[in-house]
C-alpha cells in the first residue's frame, strides 16, 4: 500500500480487527491521508454520520489509504443527502430551520445528548448533526445568524468558531 503514493487506495473487510491492525500499521509509516471506516454501532445517526465523513474524503481527497468495513460499504442509509448551509451574516428564518430538521428526522430534545438532536431557546439554535464530532450552536440578532459554534456538549462551552456549516439529513 505505501508503494502506492499519490493514488486512492481503499481497503475493505469483514473484519474490524483487520481493519484496526492495518490502519496501525500504517499510521506509523504513511504520512498522506489515513481514514479508518468501521462499523462500530447500530445506531442510524452513528452510521449516517460514518457515511457523510467516507462521502466527503471521497469527493475531496485527491490522495488517501482508507480502510472500509464492508457493512457500511453496501449499506445504503440514504437515497439522497439533503443539505442546508448556513453562514453567519446571513438571515434565516428559524423556523424553517427546525423545519428542515424535523423533516430530515432531527429529535428535539431538551437537553442534547446524542448525534441527530435539536433544540431552541429563544434565539440560540442548537444541532447535533450527524456528520460532526460535536454539536453546533446558532446564535441569531433577529433573523440574523450572528455566530456558529461547535460546543463540548458536557460542558456546553465553545471549542472553536466557524463562519458557515453543512448540516446534513
Not at 503514493?5 to 469483514?14: E, L
Not at 446524542?114 to 460535536?134: A, S, T, V
Request: hydrophobic letters at 35%; zero cysteines.
Amino acid at each position: 500500500l505505501l508503494n502506492k503514493a499519490g493514488k486512492k487506495v481503499i481497503y475493505i473487510s469483514t473484519s474490524n480487527r483487520n481493519l484496526e491492525n492495518y490502519h496501525y500499521s500504517l499510521s506509523e509509516k504513511y504520512k498522506g491521508n489515513l481514514n479508518l471506516f468501521e462499523n462500530i454501532s447500530s445506531e442510524n445517526e452513528e452510521l449516517m454520520g460514518i457515511n457523510i465523513n467516507l462521502l466527503n474524503v471521497l469527493k475531496k481527497e485527491k490522495e488517501y489509504i482508507m480502510f472500509v468495513n464492508l457493512e457500511i460499504a453496501l449499506s445504503t442509509f440514504f437515497g439522497e443527502i439533503n443539505k442546508k448551509r448556513l453562514e453567519t451574516g446571513q438571515a434565516y428564518n428559524t423556523n424553517e430551520i427546525v423545519r428542515f430538521l424535523t423533516e430530515n428526522n432531527y429529535n428535539y430534545n431538551y437537553m442534547l445528548e446524542r448525534k441527530g438532536e435539536w433544540r431552541k431557546r429563544g434565539d440560540i439554535l442548537d444541532i447535533f448533526p450527524p456528520g460532526y464530532e460535536n454539536p453546533i450552536r446558532l446564535e441569531f440578532f433577529d433573523d440574523e445568524l450572528e455566530s456558529i459554534r461547535f460546543f463540548d456538549i458536557e460542558t456546553q462551552k465553545s471549542i472553536y468558531k466557524t463562519n458557515e456549516i453543512e448540516i446534513y439529513s
